[in-house]
């Protein structure tokens, strides 16, 4: 939606093509009537006041994104306090409250980390697709279940991922 003066017609464009045209009734409003694919959109307008149309606006930019990002998968959680430093095994038994969780998933969205189902932190996917979490309070003794779900810019969360159990003994 814009301005533009009454009676003129609006042009909207889509990636340089045109996609539809609306008359000013001084403000305008236009919609796609199809819908719009997944991928970056690069609207421009111009306005035709009676066979002459002005050159395009200054590019207005959209991304849609519609598709939920794949789960985030915890490819180690590693103890690092002594005695038993080293990977922990899914089920298996750790002295520390406060290991490094770490993954994979897709750049740039964000992991939210679940113990037993309640949310423990958040963190960022890096460019290369890892990401790494250590709890801010220790994990108390016995047994955790940790789960992560991935949100993307555009809000489209994914499925949890599968259970890691942990077992904390202190």
């Known amino acids: 939606n814009g301005n533009a003066p009454a009676g003129t017609t609006v042009i909207i464009y889509d990636n340089g093509v045109k996609v539809g045209e609306v008359i000013s009734g001084g403000a305008w409003t236009w919609s796609s009537s199809t819908g719009l ?17 002005s ?10 994104d519609t598709q939920a990002p794949d789960p985030a998968k915890i490819l180690a959680v590693v103890d690092d306090s002594n005695p038993g ?37 958040q963190v960022t996917v890096g460019a290369d697709g890892h990401w790494g979490f250590i709890p801010g309070a220790p994990l108390l003794e016995g047994p ?23 077992n904390v003994d202190t």
């Open 37 to 53: 694919s997944d991928s970056s959109h690069s609207f421009t307008f111009a306005v035709d006041n009676g066979g002459t149309v």
């Open 55 to 64: 050159a395009p606006s200054a590019p207005f930019v959209v991304t849609v």
């Open 85 to 121: 430093i080293g990977q922990i095994a899914n089920g298996g038994f750790t002295n520390d409250g406060t290991p490094i969780i770490s993954g994979t998933a897709e750049p740039g969205t964000t992991v939210s980390i679940f113990d037993n189902g309640l949310i423990i932190g």
């Open 144 to 166: 955790h279940q940790i789960t992560t779900l991935v949100t993307d810019a555009a809000g489209n969360t994914s499925a949890l991922s599968p259970i890691f159990t942990l």
